[in-house]
């Protein structure tokens, strides 16, 4: 098979979908591979070195989309890369189709078949493709929200950790799934008060053993989120529906009352974001302030530290693009239904429910695509 990787055209995003030892790989098995030249330059992955790992580069995306059979990417394509895509070609990289109609219409018309990473599952429940991001992210949320109090970012001037004899930032995380929990970690060892909810008590229990009393687990009510919200410095939303949008937990009447100089970061902003006043941003233009609350909403927070990203993504997808080079994404995904769980639009057909449900397409599950 052919594999492409273009270089990412997303607003400061200098992540690359392979590395090149994720093309040795590929080379071993009797695959080829196109790079975009300077595709990973900018964290220091070089045409040499991909070149050296056996793959051929090419000097636009344009040929990339024209020869490839399947397209590895990062980020969402954007809709020129939309619009390059051929009828049966595969595209396997981050979609979050549930909030971007647009991107969802150029698929299906493209008739591609795209497999997304944030919704392959693992035998536990798991997403093993979102989770290496999702920790990225939820210890970027962290070190971002702490800038962001910064008095000359906005903020009410507060230091996370505080110091001897003045109390530390209160930090609320809303969910306790990889993000939240990371978020709780580094919140944790910068010295902050933090407070985590979620709706399951299991998962509660478990973080309750995991870091004893100095974090606090609270049972994720109405009261109980409004409570900890109006209290807080710094709040992480931390909520993920796989594939669908987020619910919207943190309303505008709760931010009116919230303290001045607060912030939010909202990690689930690729699914829509789950406060009600939340618009995806860049690193670019990191954050915007309503009501007097600092939002931090920037929808590829793990390009931040491309470096770390893109190893750790290769580190997770290799296997999986193996699978679909080395047996066609028919059979591949046809003998490991954990993969298949990743197809959300094929030829034309929405297969993943919660995205047909949200964007009202008509709905064919990934089985009846493939003829299962």
């Given at each position: 098979m052919l594999i492409g990787v273009p270089k990412e055209i997303?607003?400061?995003e200098y992540r690359i979908g392979m590395t090149p030892a994720g093309v040795r790989e590929l080379v071993a098995?009797?695959?080829?591979?196109?790079?975009?030249?300077?595709?990973?330059?900018?964290i220091g992955l070089s045409d040499e070195a991909y070149r050296t790992a056996g793959a051929e580069i090419v000097l636009t995306a344009d040929e990339i989309f024209e020869r490839a059979d399947m397209i590895v990417k990062v980020k969402e394509p954007q809709p020129q890369e939309c619009r390059m895509l051929r009828d049966g070609q595969i595209l396997f990289t981050y979609l979050h189709l549930a909030p971007d109609p647009t991107q969802t219409e150029l698929l299906v018309n493209s008739n591609a078949v795209a497999i997304a990473y944030e919704t392959v599952t693992d035998?536990?429940?798991g997403l093993p493709l979102l989770a290496p991001m999702s920790e990225v992210a939820g210890r970027m949320s962290i070190q971002a929200g702490a800038h962001a109090l910064e008095k000359a970012q906005g903020g009410n001037g507060t230091l996370l950790g505080g110091v001897p004899g003045v109390a530390p930032a209160k930090v609320v995380v809303i969910g306790g799934g990889v993000v939240g929990t990371n978020a709780a970690r580094m919140a944790l060892g910068l010295g902050a008060d933090v407070t985590i909810l979620d709706r399951s008590l299991d998962r509660l229990k478990e973080l309750d053993n995991l870091y004893g009393p100095a974090l606090k687990t609270l049972y994720s009510t109405t009261d109980a989120l409004e409570k900890c919200v109006l209290e807080a410095d710094l709040i992480v939303g931390a909520v993920l529906i796989p594939g669908a949008a987020a619910p919207k937990l943190v309303t505008r009447d709760m931010l009116k009352q919230m303290k001045d100089g607060a912030v939010l970061v909202d990690v689930a902003i690729d699914q829509g974001g789950c406060f009600e006043t939340s618009r995806a941003t860049t690193h670019q233009e990191p954050t915007y302030e309503i009501d007097g609350v600092v939002h931090y909403c920037v929808a590829n927070m793990p390009g931040g530290v491309a470096r770390t990203s893109t190893f750790a993504l290769t580190n997770a997808t290799l296997p999986y693009v193996l699978q679909l080079a080395d047996k066609g994404y028919q059979q591949a995904l046809k003998d490991n239904p954990h993969l298949r769980n990743g197809l959300n639009v094929h030829r034309g057909k929405v297969t993943y429910q919660a995205v047909a449900q949200d964007l009202g397409y008509d709905y064919q599950s990934a089985e009846q695509a493939l003829g299962l």
């Open positions: 997303k607003n400061h098995h009797g695959h080829s591979v196109m790079v975009e030249t300077n595709g990973g330059a900018a035998a536990r429940g």
